[in-house]
């Protein structure tokens, strides 16, 4: 089994930055090869919703609008992590954020993927 495992969240001043990583472990985490990775947040009261993801094949990267020229998604095959940098942050950026993985091959866009494996999340709060 392949876990997800997130870090770097934490308390931060708005304008600040922050650099999440997320790391595949586990018994077949060596040998993990996602389709895509990607990185969701869900505010409290609000419902989930995809900030970045990267194809593995090709390289197809997809930003949300609301994080474009902020954020910074990238991945590291050898190590089996992917990363987030954030920049310019604003207590709308406050809320769990969540690495998730694409096991299977798929046609769909990176926001629509069939994301199967997913870490426990990190807290990232901006104040203002």
């Known amino acids: 089994q392949v876990q997800l495992v997130e870090t770097g969240g934490g308390l931060v001043q708005a304008g600040d930055s922050l650099r999440l990583s997320c790391t595949a472990s586990?018994?077949?985490?060596?040998?993990?090869?996602?389709?895509?990775m990607a990185w969701f947040r869900q505010a409290p009261g609000k419902e989930r919703e995809i900030v970045a993801g990267i194809n593995s094949i090709g390289g197809t990267i997809h930003y949300a609008d609301f994080v474009k020229g902020r954020f910074t998604i990238s991945t590291d095959s050898a190590k089996k992590q992917v990363y987030l940098q954030m920049n310019s942050l604003t207590p709308e950026d406050t809320a769990v954020y969540y690495c998730?993985?694409?096991?299977?091959?798929?046609?769909?866009?990176?926001?629509?993927?069939?994301?199967?494996?997913w870490g426990q999340g990190t807290q990232v709060t901006v104040s203002s």
């Open positions: 998730a993985a694409d096991s299977n091959p798929s046609f769909r866009d990176i926001p629509s993927r069939g994301y199967d494996v």
């Open positions: 586990g018994r077949s985490g060596l040998t993990f090869s996602p389709y895509a």
